[in-house]
């Protein structure tokens, strides 16, 4: 973007929300990894967002949205656009009977912890998932057997023109870490979950459980990404990769965690080109000895 066209589009969006300039991306990013971003814009409420995405729209300015910045790799080089950040109170939490709706940046560990406290359960999965709500009907997160797709009964999306429609699960054309979305460009600012009532212990122990198991299994010590492939079904990435014997190993600041192979760790000040190789390495390794092609589950955003 030129210099006045970054003046004015800043002008106009602070009274949309809050703006930044040439943020650091690593700063919103569980991978600590990324150059800046041109503008990073925060609404203030869904109205507010609509506003912005028919500016932004109209001027045909590049646009990516984050949530938490889990799943998400982003260029060294950082993006020249628009990036727009849900916060938790883009829009509020729903809670009536066993339907809950919640905003697309409400943390999705978050929500689970909430509603196990009302004995609501089905979202027990998520206490391995980092990211919010958005992102996860984006990518139909899941974990422990169970998926988004298991509980959502519809989602709210914004589309670049600014207008809504709420779409259903079907529509959602939810498979295997995909939806829909990842092919027509929109954004989630809210999802309606159908879940059901039980014994608040034996949800909240279930969460736990899961919880406990990330911590455990996961190397969430350093920052990373979560898992960086789609398991091959019926088999799993990370067998596959440790089995390569490529456990530890690094390019850069780049390393296939020691704990899970399916995890790639910045280790030391890691940039996405060291990421990136070590994606391809990995691919090509387990292409050479298995004949499988792994596909990766990572959104990678930004110029390159």
């Known amino acids: 973007m030129g210099s006045e066209q970054v003046k004015k589009t800043v002008e106009e969006l602070s009274f949309l929300g809050e703006v930044k300039q040439n943020e650091p991306l690593k700063n919103h990013t569980t991978w600590k990894i990324g150059g800046s971003a041109g503008i990073l814009y925060t609404p203030t409420d869904i109205a507010s967002l609509k506003k912005a995405m028919e500016l932004i729209t109209q001027r045909g300015l590049k646009w990516v949205v984050i949530g938490k910045g889990s799943n998400l790799l982003v260029s060294d080089k950082g993006f020249d656009g628009v990036v727009i950040k849900l916060a938790e109170d883009t829009s509020p939490l729903v809670v009536n009977g066993t339907t809950v709706t919640a905003g ?19 979202l027990e999965f998520a206490g391995g998932i980092p990211g919010t709500v958005g992102g996860a009907v984006f990518m139909n997160a899941g974990a422990h057997g169970a998926d988004m797709s298991t509980i959502l009964t519809k989602a709210h999306i914004l589309y670049p023109d600014g207008t809504f429609r709420w779409l259903t699960k079907d529509e959602l054309g939810f498979s295997y870490r995909t939806s829909v979305l990842q092919k027509n460009r929109g954004i989630c600012i809210e999802a309606e979950l159908e879940l059901t009532k039980g014994d608040k212990e034996a949800i909240k122990a279930v969460l736990q459980k899961n919880k406990d198991y990330r911590r455990h299994t996961q190397p969430w010590n350093f920052p990373c990404c979560g898992s960086v492939f789609r398991n091959p079904l019926p088999d799993h990435a990370g067998r596959l990769i440790e089995e390569a014997g490529l456990k530890g190993y690094r390019i850069g600041g780049a390393q296939v965690s020691n704990m899970h192979a399916n995890f790639i760790v910045n280790v030391a000040d890691a940039t996405c080109e060291d990421v990136l190789n070590l994606i391809a390495h990995i691919k090509e390794t387990i292409k050479k000895e298995k004949n499988i092609d792994l596909h990766t589950e990572v959104e990678v955003m930004g110029d390159r």
Do not use: E, M, S
């Open 104 to 122: 697309g940046g409400y943390p999705l560990i978050k929500l689970a912890t909430v509603l196990t406290r009302d004995g609501l359960g089905g």
